[in-house]
């Protein structure tokens, strides 16, 4: 019998990646589980401070291209 469970601050959209990611946690193979932990903590560590926006493009990864041209 599946039961369902609220939880405040989650948006229906995110509920595929809550899915997925209880998906890999519970995963029976041990290095998965493992490896997403690991995943996990380096994400907290690395999203806590958000990128500068005068970043070199090398520090910054996803606005790159942006940045040389505000250069």
């Not at 690991?38 to 994400?43: I, R, V, W």
């Amino acid at each position: 019998m599946s039961r369902s469970v609220s939880m405040i601050g989650l948006s229906p959209g995110e509920l595929p990646w809550i899915r997925t990611l209880l998906a890999l946690l519970r995963h029976p193979d041990a290095t998965v589980p493992e490896l997403t932990r690991q995943a996990l903590l380096y994400l907290s560590r690395t999203s806590a401070t958000p990128p500068s926006p005068f970043a070199s493009a090398a520090e910054s990864h996803e606005n790159g291209p942006m940045l040389n041209c505000l250069k």
